[in-house]
């Protein structure tokens, strides 16, 4: 009677069937992808895929929630000034591009979509930053860039299985503390900001990989910077550090340091220990041409750019 019951009740559903988690990749990329919202509101439960990149889109109407299926959406490049509060009923999106538009907040509706993986919101007018943000357990790429963000919520620590955070041109004068928690990060692009310090809890991301605070107000960097042993990319040109900590010199896998324009006289001692660096660029510096002669000699495999 219960298998009669249920055959019943998915042949009512029809159009209405929900799947109750995300399907895969390569299951999604076998679907129909919707190029207009009137199409995709004809069938709504079999929209799994929809871009809608560059239509001067300006609104989301209520209906966008009838898409429950939705877990790839493409709505770059229109002229979007806010989410409709709807948007929480596509419970299995997972990749959502909003990047150009015309956002002034992360919206706090975004926080209630669980299987989020893939958030851009480049290009936008964001000045707030919801402290909802820390529900996305599962997001691995944020695109903040390009926008007017002044105070990053400590609730961003939440996003635990974050990978790549790009933050550059905004208008951060400083981290939260709980940045630390961010375990999995391994890409953190600050560049373009107002930041004048780093928090200590900064140097908890050891997986981090490339770091970016060029074009910042930075006057000096963590003195135990030298635990981030993942880091490759480390670029800090255009700030103010007049010199840096000794444990730079302790990051065996650096590849690349930018320290151009800033106030350093010289560089730290044993810089023959940075085996794995490829270039450093240290133009626009206060180098004595002895201290250029010494840096020379300790990293002669190293393309430096005095």
Request: aromatic residues 4%.
């Given at each position: 009677?219960?298998?009669?019951?249920?055959?019943?009740?998915?042949?009512?559903?029809?159009?209405?069937?929900?799947?109750?988690?995300?399907i895969?990749?390569?299951?999604?990329?076998?679907?129909k992808?919707y190029?207009?919202?009137?199409?995709a509101?004809?069938t709504?439960?079999?929209?799994?895929?929809i871009?809608?990149?560059?239509?001067?889109?300006?609104?989301?109407?209520?209906?966008?929630?009838?898409?429950k299926?939705l877990?790839y959406?493409?709505?770059?490049?229109?002229?979007?000034?806010?989410l409709p509060?709807q948007?929480?009923e596509?419970?299995?999106l997972q990749?959502l591009?909003?990047?150009?538009?015309?956002?002034?907040?992360?919206?706090e509706?975004?926080?209630?979509?669980?299987?989020?993986?893939?958030l851009d919101?480049?290009?936008?007018?964001i000045?707030?930053v919801?402290?909802?943000i820390?529900f996305?357990?599962?997001?691995?790429?944020?695109?903040?860039?390009s926008?007017?963000?002044?105070?990053?919520?400590?609730?961003i620590g939440?996003?635990?299985?974050?990978?790549?955070l790009?933050?550059?041109?905004?208008l951060?004068?400083?981290?939260?503390?709980?940045?630390?928690?961010?375990?999995?990060?391994?890409v953190l692009?600050?560049?373009?900001n107002?930041?004048?310090?780093?928090?200590?809890?900064?140097?908890l991301?050891k997986?981090?990989?490339?770091?970016?605070?060029?074009n910042?107000?930075?006057k000096?960097?963590?003195?135990?910077?030298g635990?981030?042993?993942?880091l490759?990319s480390?670029?800090?040109?255009n700030?103010?550090?007049?010199?840096?900590?000794?444990?730079?010199?302790?990051?065996?896998?650096?590849?690349?340091?930018s320290l151009?324009?800033?106030?350093?006289?010289?560089?730290?001692k044993?810089l023959?220990?940075?085996?794995?660096l490829?270039?450093?660029?240290?133009a626009?510096?206060?180098?004595?041409?002895?201290?250029?002669?010494r840096i020379?000699k300790?990293?002669?495999?190293?393309?430096i750019?005095?």
């Amino acid at each position: 009677m219960n298998k009669i019951i249920l055959i019943f009740l998915a042949v009512l559903l029809g159009e209405n069937a929900v799947q109750a988690k995300p399907i895969s990749k390569k299951a999604l990329a076998q679907k129909k992808v919707y190029y207009s919202l009137s199409e995709a509101f004809k069938t709504p439960s079999a929209v799994y895929h929809i871009n809608l990149r560059q239509q001067n889109i300006t609104d989301l109407t209520a209906d966008f929630g009838l898409l429950k299926n939705l877990q790839y959406a493409n709505l770059m490049k229109n002229s979007l000034a806010h989410l409709p509060p709807q948007i929480v009923e596509a419970k299995n999106l997972q990749s959502l591009f909003l990047r150009q538009n015309k956002l002034t907040e992360f919206s706090e509706d975004l926080g209630h979509l669980p299987f989020l993986t893939e958030l851009d919101l480049d290009g936008n007018q964001i000045a707030h930053v919801s402290h909802e943000i820390g529900f996305l357990r599962n997001l691995k790429f944020l695109d903040l860039s390009s926008n007017r963000i002044g105070v990053l919520p400590e609730q961003i620590g939440g996003l635990l299985s974050l990978q790549t955070l790009e933050l550059d041109k905004n208008l951060l004068k400083e981290l939260p503390a709980g940045i630390g928690s961010l375990k999995n990060l391994q890409v953190l692009l600050l560049g373009n900001n107002q930041i004048g310090s780093l928090p200590p809890s900064l140097v908890l991301l050891k997986n981090l990989r490339s770091l970016n605070l060029d074009n910042n107000k930075l006057k000096n960097l963590p003195g135990n910077i030298g635990v981030l042993k993942e880091l490759r990319s480390l670029t800090l040109s255009n700030n103010e550090i007049s010199e840096l900590p000794e444990s730079i010199v302790n990051l065996p896998k650096l590849e690349l340091l930018s320290l151009g324009n800033n106030n350093l006289e010289r560089m730290p001692k044993n810089l023959l220990k940075l085996k794995k660096l490829k270039t450093l660029l240290v133009a626009g510096n206060n180098f004595s041409a002895e201290e250029k002669a010494r840096i020379t000699k300790a990293l002669p495999e190293t393309d430096i750019r005095f």
